[in-house]
């Protein structure tokens, strides 16, 4: 390594590379494919390419991260008066490692959050109500508060007892009870009744939200709480990846700097009341009109967001602070809601199992089947559930980042410019690509003009399954992952290995020998936690497997037991459920009857701790091959032709020869 360059990582694309010492910013950000607006061409007349310089120590890179490490502001940049903290990528050079925010209004190529709203009937029982209710004028004989007036109204329609007032209203309740009729909301979930907002006469919608926390991306959904309908929905990718692209390395940086779990709840709190602005504004509401709201994540999100520290999580035996469910108050969090707004987050299961899997359980959980069901939430950690009926068990296994795109060569999460689908002819190994915001597919001839406005930027998640599992069925990968050099141009000598050139273009698209090992690492992490979870249910097989979260979605279930990611199914009994954690949030937002299952679904599913299992070991060793040497795939089979079972150095001996 020269020891003049130094390392520069973007966030949230998560592309890094090493550059000379002088280096402008915007330059490196160009050589990685990593786009930041310029209108002016990085001659320092637009400003449009700010960027912001996340400070503290980064055990994963090895680097600390300083906004020294970029020269000093210059003329151009007093000019343009940028904000503090901020920088116009074309004017810093690289002085030292980086860790560099792209924030989004600069970004061109914002990451594209795929976690709709799916449809689901919920039956209706929500713990905020509408009651309306009329009030005489205030007499001398019966000298009592507007407010305990208004109690004892309500009380004596017979629903409520026990009524109390939220201290957040005793400013406002007096001019709205003299108007004679009223509208009340009434939140009662396990507690007693409280009135939490009030109108003068009829009002006739109330609000609420269902967030789902990834560690990569944030989606939250608006949903009328008299109607069950989601009316809004957006999403953002989680701010935190500019800490730490998987979530051991975001608790190192809370153990590593001092102000880190400030900045991470920070952060995600921001991103939070962000989208709760836009969701409100998609709709003509304020967000201050919003009354309810639950929040699902995994525990180390769970516990950011709560501003608790998560540092107990990264060592055995992995405590959590708190498991059962909490209910808060917006007003305790931050939260720009209702100032007497209620929040409910359902339990965490175990230490690296969270309520974003209680959720999924919820929502689509294997308790539902008397088949052997699979549940497989796909993220940066594999959150697992399988069971039946009798028995469900549950266990996260670390996937690590490389199925966002990250740790990938050319690598990205899912946004315009994204290679998203990939085929290779196995005869003349010639690919054919889909490009997230483009809609055709295409090989490089006349393709050039096509995305001539998006531009092919890098290789998302879904995009380096299939091609990982193309080359093998291609003969062009083996079985144990190396690159034959076949008669291709495509397949080149890079050192002792060899890469394929998936992508000839202003960028350069290789899939490389590291690469291919990554995919490895992942699919064998995850395969080897679903097997542990079947050990201990005492099955060799799995009846049917649902895939969940914004990546589950978009990967074809061939692909996935093509590589060995999930074990032999009938490929018609694997699905794709979407995102079923924000289902199961939204659930437990529409529903009390759903909360009070979610927390004896919880408590019933047995954990399995995948770090303290020797045999996650021994399956994550046999899972590294492909489709994977721990069983055979017989439904596979019937899908895909297979290449041969054949060392890796005699298929390439034949290869060559034919």
């Keep these: 390594?020269?020891?003049?360059?130094?390392?520069?990582?973007?966030?949230?694309?998560?592309?890094?590379?090493r550059f000379a010492i002088g280096t402008p910013l915007l330059d490196a950000a160009r050589a990685l494919g990593?786009?930041?607006?310029?209108?002016c061409g990085g001659r320092a007349m637009c400003a449009r390419c700010q960027i912001e310089v996340t400070e503290g120590q980064f055990d994963k890179h090895g680097i600390t991260s300083r906004a020294d490490h970029l020269s000093p502001p210059g003329d151009s940049e007093r000019r343009w008066r940028v904000p503090p903290g901020r920088r116009?990528?074309?004017?810093?050079?690289?002085?030292?490692?980086l860790v560099v925010d792209v924030p989004s209004e600069f970004a061109v190529n914002r990451q594209v959050v795929r976690k709709r709203a799916e449809t689901r009937r919920i039956a209706l029982d929500t713990a905020t109500k509408l009651v309306r209710v009329s009030l005489p004028q205030a007499e001398m004989e019966h000298p009592i508060g507007d407010a305990d007036r208004l109690i004892e109204a309500i009380e004596a329609q017979g629903t409520y007892r026990g009524l109390t007032l939220d201290t957040a209203?005793?400013?406002t309740v007096q001019p709205i009870v003299q108007s004679g009729e009223i509208t009340a909301a009434i939140h009662q979930d396990t507690g007693p009744p409280c009135i939490i907002a009030l109108w003068p006469g009829v009002h006739t919608s109330i609000f609420g939200v269902a967030f789902d926390i990834g560690s990569t991306t944030i989606a939250g959904h608006l949903v009328d709480l008299t109607t069950g309908r989601a009316v809004a929905s957006a999403g953002t990718a989680n701010p935190q990846i500019r800490f730490g692209e998987d979530l051991m390395s975001r608790v190192s940086y809370v153990m590593m700097n001092p102000d880190g779990l400030g900045s991470l709840t920070e952060a995600v709190r921001g991103a939070i009341a962000t989208l709760i602005s836009r969701l409100a504004g998609q709709v003509g509401i304020a967000a201050s009109d919003i009354l309810e709201a639950v929040f699902v994540g995994n525990p180390v999100m769970h516990h950011l967001f709560l501003g608790i520290d998560p540092s107990p999580l990264g060592q055995a035996p992995f405590a959590l602070a708190v498991s059962g469910a909490l209910r808060l108050q917006a007003r305790d969090l931050d939260l720009p809601l209702h100032p007497a707004a209620r929040v409910y987050l359902p339990p965490c299961i175990a230490g690296h199992v969270g309520a974003d899997a209680a959720a999924v359980a919820l929502a689509e959980g294997p308790q539902g089947h008397d088949e052997v069901t699979l549940v497989i939430d796909v993220g940066t950690n594999a959150e697992i559930l399988l069971g039946n009926r009798a028995r469900v068990l549950a266990a996260s296994s670390p996937t690590g980042p490389a199925f966002e795109g990250a740790q990938i060569s050319a690598g990205q999460r899912a946004a315009p410019g994204a290679i998203e689908r990939v085929r290779i002819d196995p005869v003349t190994f010639e690919p054919r690509i889909k490009v997230l915001g483009v809609d055709p597919w295409s090989d490089e001839a006349g393709f050039a003009e096509a995305t001539l406005a998006t531009g092919i930027t890098g290789i998302c998640g879904s995009g380096i399954i299939e091609a990982v599992a193309e080359l093998f069925l291609a003969g062009v990968v083996a079985a144990d992952g190396t690159i034959n050099p076949v008669a291709s141009d495509?397949?080149?000598?890079?050192?002792?290995?060899?890469d394929y050139v998936l992508w000839r273009g202003e960028i350069e698209i290789a899939v490389t020998q590291t690469d291919i090992r990554a995919i490895q690492l992942a699919k064998g992490a995850l395969y080897a936690g679903a097997r542990l979870l079947m050990d201990h249910l005492g099955v060799d097989h799995v009846e049917r497997i649902k895939l969940a979260g914004a990546f589950g979605s978009y990967i074809e279930p061939k692909y996935a037991m093509v590589l060995g990611m999930i074990p032999d199914c009938p490929l018609d009994?694997?699905?794709?459920?979407?995102n079923a954690a924000g289902t199961g949030a939204r659930m437990a937002l529409l529903s009390r009857t759903h909360r009070a299952e979610i927390e004896a679904l919880v408590r019933r599913v047995e954990k399995i701790e995948t770090a303290l299992e020797p045999r996650f070991q021994e399956h994550f060793v046999s899972?590294?091959?492909?489709?994977?040497?721990?069983?055979?795939?017989?439904h596979l089979a019937l899908a895909v032709t297979l290449p041969a079972a054949a060392p890796a150095r005699e298929r390439r001996t034949n290869r060559r020869r034919g």
């Design 1 to 17: 390594m020269d020891s003049e360059e130094r390392l520069v990582v973007f966030q949230p694309s998560g592309r890094r590379g």
């Design 169 to 171: 209203l005793l400013t």
């Design 34 to 39: 990593v786009y930041i607006e310029s209108v």
């Design 490 to 498: 495509r397949v080149r000598p890079q050192g002792r290995t060899f």
């Design 623 to 634: 899972a590294m091959a492909m489709p994977n040497a721990i069983e055979p795939f017989p």
């Design 573 to 578: 009994r694997v699905t794709s459920i979407g």
């Design 88 to 97: 116009m990528s074309c004017q810093a050079r690289i002085m030292g490692d």
